[in-house]
């Protein structure tokens, strides 16, 4: 257990909260996010209507998780290594060691698909857990434990993910030490998403950014940030548009992915706000108006790719804005 609760529990909560979940089980839908936004490295995400995980979970007598995958990603059944056990198992021993979790996940947001994939699986089984322990924990207790299935996915602590997809809508981590989370309206978005069927892993794509920046770079980069949150929040497209650039990572890690200057190039093209690399890729995102534009940039995306002999799957979606969701 290594944060400090928001709100310290007592035996007599924990026991209630035990007692009152017995015999029940939650099942939640955990949505796919869209990290950085091209120019928030680490401090904005946005939820996404679909691809969403399914997951559902009841307790248990002994203080431990068990794990059934539903999928076939043959993801690690020990707690230990998989990113829903992590954050149950910093649950369990908050809850004093009292109860444990079984947990049934059938993923639909592929790993190492820049879709937040990991977060959903961390974020979704703590805000079940949470459900059915009558909301013993506070939104920011299920950040802190999440993030720990981030750490494993990925080497680091990051919300960017994590806060989208269980908030919904549009998410700025101003800080995680102490968390600061604030949701940033937007007007319609309509997204569209094509994944590469590559896998890049957010740990070697986090390994190969620079370390150090310039700092003209870094005007450049605060500036759209601040361009791009007042853009969402007047609901002004067109700085929204200009605002989708990004100066420090795009231009390292698009590197890892196939036909991205393309893939952008065309989008744009077809009518798109703007994009870029979704999370750490290799999924490439745009964000467009209206849902026409939506479907001729995904067009424009199956036609680069069509002439690539990499398979790849499109979403067109918009904004999740309610979050996890129980089903
Ligand atoms: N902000 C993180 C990164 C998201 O870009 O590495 C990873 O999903």
Same mark, same amino acid.
Not at 18 to 38: M, R
Not at 155 to 179: E, Q, W, Y
Not at 182 to 202: A, D, F, K, N
Not at 320 to 326: A, E, H, I, L
């Given at each position: 257990? !290594?944060?400090? +609760? ?39 995400? +946005? ?16 203080? %431990?998780?068990?794990?059934?995958? /539903?999928? %076939? ?5 020990? &707690?230990?290594?998989?990113? $829903?056990?992590? &954050? ?22 592929? &790993? ?9 699986? $961390? $974020? #979704? ?33 990051? $919300? ?12 700025? /981590? ?13 007007? &319609? +978005? ?8 590559? @896998? ?32 969402? *929040?007047? #609901? ?34 077809? #009518? ?6 979704? #999370? ?5 995102? *745009?964000?467009?108006?209206? @849902? ?5 940039? !995904? ?29």
């Amino acid at each position: 257990m !290594e944060n400090e +609760l928001s709100v310290s529990l007592s035996a007599t909560n924990i026991k209630e909260a035990i007692d009152s979940a017995w015999g029940k089980q939650c099942t939640v839908h955990a949505p796919g996010t869209v990290a950085n936004l091209v120019c928030g490295f680490d401090i904005l995400g +946005l939820a996404l209507n679909d691809p969403s995980d399914i997951m559902t979970i009841k307790l248990i007598d002994k203080p %431990e998780v068990i794990i059934h995958n /539903i999928d %076939e990603f043959n993801l690690p059944t020990d &707690p230990k290594k998989n990113v $829903a056990g992590v &954050p149950l198992l910093d649950m369990i021993e908050r809850l004093d060691n009292q109860a444990g979790f079984e947990i049934r996940i059938e993923k639909k947001i592929k &790993p190492g698909s820049g879709l937040g994939s990991s977060a959903a699986s $961390a $974020a #979704g089984g703590v805000v079940a857990a949470n459900h059915l322990l009558g909301n013993l924990f506070s939104r920011n207790d299920l950040v802190q434990m999440a993030m720990l299935g981030e750490r494993l996915a990925s080497g680091v602590k990051h $919300a960017d993910n994590i806060a989208p997809c269980i908030m919904g809508g549009v998410t700025l /981590i101003r800080s995680i030490l102490p968390l600061d989370i604030i949701s940033i309206p937007s007007p &319609p +978005l309509y997204v569209t998403i094509v994944h590469p069927q590559i @896998e890049v892993r957010t740990e070697d794509a986090r390994q190969i950014l620079r370390k150090q920046i310039l700092l003209k770079d870094a005007i450049k980069q605060w500036g759209n940030i601040a361009g791009l949150v007042a853009g969402l *929040m007047k #609901g002004d497209y067109e700085l929204i548009s200009r605002s989708l650039e990004d100066v420090l990572i795009e231009p390292v890690r698009s590197i890892l992915i196939p036909a991205f200057a393309e893939v952008k190039y065309r989008c744009i093209e077809a #009518g798109a706000m703007g994009g870029g690399i979704s #999370g750490s890729g290799p999924s490439i995102f *745009m964000l467009s108006r209206d @849902e026409t534009t939506a479907y001729k940039v !995904e067009d424009a995306m199956k036609k680069v790719y069509a002439d690539t002999n990499i398979s790849f799957y499109t979403y067109v979606t918009t904004v999740n804005t309610s979050g996890v969701k129980f089903v």
